[in-house]
Nanobody, 119 residues
Framework: QVQLVESGGGLVQPGGSLRLSCAAS????????MAWYRQAPGKQRELVAR???????NSADSVKGRFTISRDNVKNTVYLQMNSLKPDDTAVYYC?????????????WGQGIQVTVSS
């Protein structure tokens, strides 16, 4: 079982920066692929960025060059550094953990954290 707790959200002006953190409890954090998703009002949840257990990453085209995902396997934490924020980035951001073990998919979500980009 993995519990995920997000922090670092809030209100920021356009062009500003925020860093989201997701602290994971439980064991074997390093074996999980971690990701950030977001959901804006009236829209479907979408993948923002993923970092694999290998530390390879990928991200949505809409955030490339602005957002960076990273992980610290000692602190059991995944981060999302968000720069040059735009009003369209306003959403609830969710942390996600996933791995396949013994042919079973283990997947966990955080409770979500609000990010609002507005002047």
């Amino acid at each position: 079982q993995v519990q995920l707790v997000e922090s670092g959200g809030g209100l920021v002006q356009p062009g500003g920066s925020l860093r989201l953190s997701c602290a994971a409890s439980g064991t074997a954090f390093s074996t999980y692929d971690m990701a950030w998703y977001r959901q804006a009002p009236g829209k479907q949840r979408e993948l923002v960025a993923r970092i694999y257990s290998s530390s390879a990453t990928n991200s949505a085209d809409s955030v490339k060059g602005r957002f960076t995902i990273s992980r610290d396997n000692v602190k059991n934490t995944v981060y999302l550094q968000m720069n040059s924020l735009k009003p369209d980035d306003t959403a609830v951001y969710y942390c996600h953990a996933q791995r396949i073990r013994d042919n079973a998919l283990n997947t966990y979500w955080g409770q979500g954290i609000q990010v609002t980009v507005s002047s």
